[in-house]
């Protein structure tokens, strides 16, 4: 009974495990993201009410933060959305572009990466910047679920003295400095151009990865790249859709550490979450600063105290 019960669950189990995307994965992970994956955002009408609809896997309680920088003089906006990132596999494109007869003309989408000073710890956020076909107001829609996330978007030029006061109140305040849409992108010298938004978006093919024993006990890098490096080999190629190479496991010099922590170069985010979703206990998730002699490595991992 318990062989075929077994037998059961394998091959029940592991067709759904492999089905599961990266974004249900990090969703899945609390210890891990802690944040939000948007997975969509389209335009919706509702009653001639007009929405920005964002979908994915939210958490509200971390949505509460939610920014809105807009200029009265400009027919754009910025909704800043802490604890955020993009699923890579269902949004594969730094922009989108909506109708001549649609409200907003095109939606950018920035994600930024910041470096905590104090623990060393990455946070994340996204910035949707909104270029409107006219002046728009928006406002953010309550409640907000953990599948969808709306902006209730108003014709400035439509609205009397009385609607416009509700309709910027209290989400809403005036911010001269907004960030260039994707056409001004293209004529300008801006630090954010074109080029470096669609690296930040450039989905790499390969991983090299170093496993680092920093734990003081014997044979554990060792240990995790058999695992990762032949039990879950496959299974993370095809989560992440790139190859993944480990190129060195070796013992930390002159450094030991009580809690693993993952380092990662730009663009390489999110398979550091996604390992650190396979590796017991939790791991700080922190941005590589020395690259120095590091050209072919992409994600060290320093194994502490804490990885049994």
Do not use: H
């Not at 933060?65 to 400009?74: A, C, E, L, R, V």
């Not at 293209?186 to 990865?209: C, F, G, H, R, T």
Request: charged share 25%; net charge neutral; proline share 5%.
């Amino acid at each position: 009974m318990y062989r075929f019960l077994k037998l059961f669950l394998t091959i029940n189990l592991v067709p759904f495990l492999l089905s599961l995307s990266f974004g249900d994965l990090l969703a899945q992970n609390d210890s891990v993201s802690k944040g939000n994956i948007i997975k969509e955002i389209t335009l919706s009408k509702e009653r001639k009410t007009n929405f920005i609809v964002i979908r994915g896997d939210l958490k509200p309680s971390q949505l509460e933060g939610i920014i809105i920088k807009q200029s009265d003089q400009q027919k754009k906006f910025i909704i800043s959305l802490p604890g955020t990132l993009i699923d890579p596999e269902a949004i594969t494109a730094p922009f989108i572009s909506f109708g001549p007869d649609d409200p907003v003309s095109n939606i950018q989408i920035l994600e930024n990466i910041n470096e905590q000073e104090a623990n060393e710890e990455v946070s994340f956020s996204v910035d949707l910047v909104v270029k409107g076909n006219s002046v728009l107001i928006p406002k953010i829609s309550q409640p907000i679920t953990s599948k969808e996330l709306k902006i209730k978007i108003s014709d400035a030029s439509k609205l009397d003295d009385v609607e416009l006061a509700i309709a910027t109140e209290p989400e809403t305040f005036i911010e001269e400095d907004i960030v260039v849409d994707g056409d001004e992108m293209k004529e300008s010298n801006s630090e954010m151009d074109v080029a470096a938004i669609l690296k930040k978006y450039q989905k790499p093919s390969i991983m090299q990865i170093s496993i680092l024993n920093a734990s003081g006990r014997a044979k554990r890098a060792y240990k995790l790249s058999v695992y990762l490096g032949k039990l879950r080999k496959r299974y993370i190629e095809e989560t992440l859709g790139m190859k993944m190479d480990i190129v060195n496991i070796s013992n930390a010099m002159n450094k030991k550490s009580t809690k693993t922590a993952i380092y990662f170069k730009e663009s390489f985010i999110k398979p550091a979450l996604f390992l650190s979703s396979l590796i017991p206990g939790d791991q700080r998730i922190i941005p590589m600063k020395n690259k120095e002699g590091k050209i072919d490595l992409d994600i060290e991992i320093y194994i502490g105290t804490d990885y049994k």
